[in-house]
């Protein structure tokens, strides 16, 4: 299980995150909501160790993962799909795939048949370039690239931004199936309510760098939510 416990994080003077509390477990998707530039971005970036938070701790796994580096978190799990992408263009997608074995031992390091079951097109595009693909297949890519890390806890960071909508329900079916196999826990940053509605378990609110509305779907109050979203 993830533990975030009340983190503070800054840009130097500029805080970005106020006290930010979140959980995620094994077989749920944990959903974080919010306009742009309220920090949502900023929490997975102190979750994977690309920030480091000023105040507060993140717990995985019974280990508090502060002074860790991001290659250190990702060999306990933690697998990221940054906002954008941010494929290798020139490498082809074989080779994107397999810059995820970099946190892997040896003995690890195969593409595992869920990124081809998942996602089909990734095979039958093994030698193009990641360049060449469209903008929802590389999402797919940057995706299936992640799993190759065989993670416990998997980030997204706003997966359907830009995606037309037939893939928009292919990611869809991953995570939920993904979720259905509860051998990881997922953090979704999403702005589309009804994606995130559709697969969460747990559900943030963030606003100006702090939750400002949380709860778990059994409990979900869907007026105070979109409400909170359009603070």
């Known amino acids: 299980m993830l533990e975030v416990n009340s983190i503070d994080l800054h840009y130097g003077a500029a805080q970005a995150l106020r006290g930010v509390s979140l959980k995620a477990e094994l077989g749920e998707v944990t959903c974080v909501l919010g306009r742009n530039g309220v920090g949502k971005t900023s929490l997975l970036g102190a979750i994977s160790g690309q920030h480091p938070v000023s105040a507060g701790s993140i717990i995985w796994e019974g280990t508090n993962l502060a002074g860790l580096k991001s290659y250190e978190r990702a060999r306990r799990g933690i697998a990221y799909v940054p906002q954008g992408r941010e494929i290798f263009p020139l490498l082809t997608v074989e080779e994107n795939l397999k810059t995820g074995f970099a946190p892997l031992k040896r003995r690890d390091q195969q593409i595992p048949d869920d990124v081809f079951k998942l996602f089909p097109v990734l095979k039958s595009m093994l030698r193009r370039r990641g360049g060449d693909l469209s903008g929802g297949q590389q999402q797919q890519l940057a995706i299936g690239r992640a799993l190759v890390m065989r993670p416990r806890l998997l980030l997204l960071d706003e997966p359907t931004e830009g995606i037309q909508p037939s893939i928009i329900k292919d990611i869809g079916r991953a995570i939920g199936y993904l979720r259905s196999l509860k ?49």
Do not use: C, W
């Open 183 to 231: 051998e990881m826990a997922i953090i979704l940053v999403e702005q589309y309510l009804d994606f995130a509605q559709e697969l969460g378990d747990r559900f943030s609110v963030v606003d100006r760098g702090a939750v400002v509305y949380a709860s778990n779907r059994a409990e979900l109050d869907e007026k105070a939510l979109k409400q909170a979203i359009s603070l």
